[in-house]
């Protein structure tokens, strides 16, 4: 009988092809080939079954079913084996090749300015004191007027401050880039009642030339706590406990007499140097102590001025110089190498 004679060539062949075929795409035209559903082989042989009787039906059908699924399962087996086989070969080719030198990424990190600047105001959070910002772009009133200053002061003078041109606010006086943090602590005292313990940092402008001690642009963080009995041993314990936490338990502040229009009295405040245990050395210029922020006591015109009663409430501000403390922190006797930003200096913090 030629049919079953056909089914069983249709075997070897296709087994004998299935066992000699290296690659997937070849396996499926195989497959297409012999098992396809119109034009397979298989499918050819199954299309005649009408035209036969009953007993060749039986045992060609049988035959023909047999063969496809023996093929089904070798083609399935040898799939399986290709697929295997072409992973491992990409896995080898893309494997790591270890001799390579690496390219490692630079990371990016706080600038020492920030870290400073963070490391103050977490130290004040954590004994107790509110974050509070103003804008860089401030009226004359609340960086000068509000803080009593009199309209002949030499801060005001065009020297110092950066104005605003063209810039004027319903009064007619103009705009300037902030000369200190201060005009913070108007804003907050009008938008707010006491009692009220804030700090408040940001970027201030001052008219100077740069040099090792001086830039035009440079980071405070103001202070101010309003409340009842606010005294002198109030600002005197908080910046003890400041200098403390900053600099370790070995740190002392001392106060000096200053001068600020808007408090009364007015000091500056040095930190004992604790890189030389107050021995002397470069960075305290051998004086064993580092100047490092303005203070005193909230003037009674300044407390008027925001509708407090002096009589009530009193308070004490402060304003780090935050350059200075970093300058200290890190060693560092030049501070413009903070804003030359040369990534050979700030990889160092
Ligand atoms: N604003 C002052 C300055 O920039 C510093 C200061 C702040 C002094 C608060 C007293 C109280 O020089």
Redesign the pocket.
């Given at each position: 009988m030629s049919i079953l004679d056909d089914i069983e060539t249709i075997k070897t062949e296709s087994l004998k092809e299935v066992s000699t075929v290296d690659n997937l795409e070849s396996l499926e035209s195989l497959r297409l080939r012999f098992l396809g559903r119109k034009d397979g082989h298989i499918s050819k042989v199954l299309q005649l079954l009408p035209t036969l009787n009953p007993d060749e039906k039986k045992q060609v059908g049988r035959q023909a079913n047999e063969v496809k699924r023996a093929l089904e399962a070798c083609i399935e087996d040898k799939k399986r084996l290709l697929e295997d086989a072409s992973l491992n070969q990409s896995l080898s080719q893309s494997a790591l090749d270890l001799t390579l030198p690496d390219r490692s990424a630079f990371r990016g990190k706080l600038h020492p300015v920030t870290q400073t600047m963070d490391d103050i105001v977490s130290v004040f959070s954590r004994l107790g004191f509110n974050l509070a910002e103003g804008p860089e772009v401030e009226t004359d009133f609340n960086n000068f007027t509000a803080?009593n200053h009199p309209p002949d002061h030499p801060a005001r003078d065009a020297h110092d401050t950066f104005y605003v041109k063209d810039l004027r606010d319903a009064s007619g006086a103009p705009f300037l880039l902030r000369?200190?943090?201060?005009p913070v602590?108007i804003r907050y005292m009008k938008s707010h009642q006491p009692p009220l313990y804030i700090v408040a940092p940001g970027r201030?402008f001052r008219h100077e030339a740069v040099d090792a001690t001086h830039s035009f642009v440079f980071h405070?963080v103001?202070?101010?706590a309003v409340d009842k009995d606010i005294s002198m041993a109030d600002l005197k314990g908080m910046l003890g406990l400041f200098a403390q936490h900053l600099f370790g338990s070995k740190a002392r502040i001392r106060f000096r007499p200053?001068f600020?229009p808007?408090?009364e009295p007015?000091?500056e405040v040095d930190i004992s140097c604790t890189l030389c245990d107050q021995k002397g050395c470069r960075v305290c210029k051998q004086s064993g102590w580092i100047e490092m922020?303005?203070?005193?006591l909230?003037h009674p015109h300044v407390l008027r001025g925001v509708g407090y009663n002096p009589d009530q409430v009193s308070g004490?501000?402060?304003?780090i110089?935050v350059e200075r403390v970093a300058m200290f922190k890190y060693g560092v006797d030049d501070m413009r190498l903070f804003y030359e930003n040369d990534i050979r200096f700030l990889k160092q913090f």
């Open positions: 803080l000369t200190h943090t201060s602590q201030v405070q103001e202070g101010l200053s600020f808007f408090v007015g000091i922020l303005g203070a005193g909230v004490y501000a402060f304003g110089g």
